[in-house]
Structures are given as structure tokens and as C-alpha cells.
């Protein structure tokens, strides 16, 4: 039962949403169809209500080297006004969530957690930050997350900023973020998002976030800006082969068998908080010699797997879906699955358990879906 409500809501019912729990906020899970939204976010916008997200800023002289013990990555060697992503783990490498971080200024971060995930997030950071000279300060509540995502996203955007600031949206990167006027307010606008696409997400106080909404609309629909929901938001991210926090990552696994070796710093100098567990897990191989890793699957055939279904080989259980379902895009049904590392080569044959049928699946490298440029 949902118990939360973004400052959206109102906003979402006129539009005619049907609404999903999504850790414990009423969101709007599609407008009208999610097919057209995963459509119109590909081939035009699509205009997404994330202020389920968390946003906690941390402040300070010790902001950098704090965070470098929070988190994995090496968060200090990121250039103010850019981003990274990484992870917060438990001391035994478990993945507590996936984040992207935002330098501000040379002692400031606003660090954004997953929505179910926010204030368990927040509590960690505070818990952790005993010994540094930094403050921690959730302000989620107080704040909305609103994204345009897809290949018109900045021609829509640039409607609302002055011409003077023009530059300042077209000349930022991917991974970068930027405090620009957007609707006559002072915001501060990221280039990041979900879906695959070229798009931004902008950070609004909840008592304007309504009136953003609305304009976007009202600037963006002639340009092909679609409201779309959390549907959409998922076949979008999965295309891109991006993972989702309780279904490819989750407590009990780590970041070497999703892949996500790479965000892991053990060359940092200073501690971090599962550093041991996580040198002694690559050191084994787990996830990359041993064990199982995350690999993409196409569908063979038309029927798509779903989370949970076991992968087989030769009638042998060596694996799990963790999300799939048919691809918009592609035509074809695609999964994200955890399999036997041996079994994780691009090209290699394997079959899903569809309610007692075998249906053939072959590994393929992500993400399934890419971007033209």
C-alpha cells in the first residue's frame, strides 16, 4: 500500500495515470500506453516524474575523503560540476544501493540514492560519517526530480532557459551537471538518466515542481514530449542494459558478478567500507572465473522470460532471469540473467524455463540497445 505522494500527483491524475506502488510512493506506472511511451522516448521526449528518488547533500572540508570511505569509488578525484556512479556497500561487499554522486563545489556533493533505498542511504552516510568534518543533510522530502529523456530533449529544455545560458546546456556533458534558470528559477540541471537516451534530470523544490511540469508540457508537446511512467521507464533501462536495484543488484550479491568491477577503487589508499570483503572476492574470481555473472540474453523465438525463471543447459539449472520482457525497440525479447560464469559468452545457447517449456536464449553483449549519435 502506497503511503508517499510526489508533489506531482494531482499533476499525474489529470493526466489520466494509473498508478503503482514503487517503494511505497503512488507513481505512475503509464498515461496511456507504455508502448507509446517507450516509443516516444526513443524516437522524441519523454517527460518522467523521479521525486521518489532521495537527494542528500554532504558538505564540508572532509566531503571528498568521506565519501571515498562511504562509497567505493574514489569520489574525491571527481571534477567539481561533474558525476560518478558507484556503489554503497556493507563491510561484506553486499550492495546496499547503486548512486551517482554530484560534485558541486570543491567541498560539496549531492549524492542520490534509489527511492525504496533513500533513507536507509541517508542513515549509513550519517552513521559513517563520525570522525570526518562533514554534515550530512537528507533533504528528499523537500525535494523533486523531474527528467526530459530522449534525442529532443535539449531543444525542449533550451525553451526554458534564457539565451545567455544556452551554452551552458548545450556545451554540458554526460555526467555533468550545471545551475542554470530554468522556468524563471534557479535550478540545478544534470545530463544523466535511465533510458539509454540523451536527456536531463532537473532538482526542484517541491512547491515549484507542478509548475515546471506543466511548462515542459506546455513548451515540449509540439516537439513530441510525452508524460511517461514507470512502464516505460523499465523496458527503457533494461534495453540499455542498465541494472535495477532489487532485481540485478541486491544485498546478498556484489558488484565483480554484476559487472561492476570497475566502479570498485581498491587502489585508493584510504580505507572504504567493504574494501577487505570486496579485494578478497576479486581475488577469488568470483564473477569473473568463478561462480555467476550478468550477462544479456536475446529471445530466440517470441515468448520473453521474466524475473526468477531459471536458465538451463541441457535440462541443467545454471542460472536466473533477474528482468525481461519484450523489446520495443528491437522486436525481439531481451533479459538481463545471473549465469554460470563459464556459460556467460557472448554466443552461447541456453534456455529459459517458461512455465515448464524450454525456450531458447543466446548470451549477447550490452547493452542491447544503443544510441545513434
Same mark, same amino acid.
Given at each position: ?13 489529470? &493526466? ?19 508502448? =507509446? ?27 571528498? &575523503? ?48 534509489? &527511492? ?9 552516510? =550519517? ?6 568534518? /562533514? ?68 532538482? /526542484? ?25 514507470? =512502464? ?142
Amino acid at each position: 500500500m502506497s503511503e508517499k505522494y510526489t508533489a506531482l500527483y494531482e499533476a499525474h491524475q489529470r &493526466a489520466g495515470a494509473s498508478f503503482t506502488d514503487f517503494g511505497g510512493w503512488s507513481m505512475p506506472l503509464k498515461y496511456s500506453s507504455e508502448l =507509446a511511451e517507450h516509443h516516444g522516448v526513443r524516437n522524441a521526449a519523454g517527460l518522467f516524474d523521479l521525486s521518489h528518488m532521495g537527494e542528500i547533500w554532504v558538505s564540508g572540508p572532509d566531503a571528498g &575523503a568521506f565519501l571515498d570511505y562511504a562509497l567505493v569509488g574514489k569520489l574525491s578525484a571527481v571534477a567539481v560540476g561533474k558525476a560518478k556512479y558507484s556503489l554503497i556497500c556493507q563491510a561484506d561487499g553486499g550492495i546496499v544501493d547503486d548512486l551517482i554522486s554530484y560534485r558541486r563545489t570543491d567541498e560539496k556533493y549531492l549524492v542520490v540514492p534509489n &527511492a525504496g533505498n533513500a533513507e536507509t542511504v541517508a542513515a549509513l552516510l =550519517a552513521e559513517r560519517a563520525a570522525g570526518f568534518d /562533514v554534515v550530512v543533510e537528507d533533504v528528499s522530502q523537500a525535494t523533486s526530480l523531474i527528467a526530459v529523456q530522449g534525442p529532443v530533449s535539449e531543444e525542449i529544455l533550451l525553451t526554458l532557459v534564457p539565451e545567455a545560458q544556452h551554452l551552458a546546456v548545450t556545451e554540458l556533458k554526460y555526467y555533468a551537471s550545471v545551475e542554470v534558470t530554468i522556468n524563471g528559477q534557479e535550478l540545478l540541471l544534470a545530463r544523466t538518466g535511465y533510458t539509454g537516451e540523451d536527456g536531463f534530470e532537473i532538482y /526542484v523544490p517541491n512547491a515549484e515542481a507542478e509548475a515546471l511540469w506543466d511548462k515542459l508540457l506546455e513548451n515540449g508537446t509540439a516537439l513530441g514530449l510525452i508524460p511517461a511512467g514507470l =512502464a516505460a521507464r523499465d523496458s527503457l533501462r533494461l534495453e540499455a542494459g542498465m541494472p535495477l536495484y532489487g532485481n540485478e543488484l541486491t544485498l546478498t550479491g556484489h558488484a565483480y558478478s554484476a559487472g561492476l568491477g570497475p566502479v570498485v577503487s581498491l587502489a585508493k589508499e584510504s580505507d572504504f567500507v567493504g574494501k577487505t570483503a570486496l579485494a578478497a572476492i576479486k581475488e577469488s574470481g568470483q564473477g569473473t572465473t568463478t561462480g555467476r555473472k550478468l550477462v544479456g540474453l536475446k529471445g530466440q523465438g517470441r515468448r520473453s522470460a521474466r524475473g526468477h525463471y531459471q536458465i538451463l543447459k541441457d535440462g541443467i539449472v545454471v542460472g536466473e532471469v533477474t528482468s525481461g520482457q519484450p523489446s520495443p525497440t528491437l522486436g525481439y525479447p531481451v533479459a538481463l540473467a545471473y549465469v554460470d560464469v563459464e556459460l556467460a559468452t557472448p554466443g552461447t545457447l541456453l534456455d529459459v524455463d517458461l512455465r515448464g517449456k524450454a525456450e531458447p536464449f543466446e548470451v549477447v553483449t550490452l547493452p542491447f540497445y544503443k544510441r545513434q549519435k
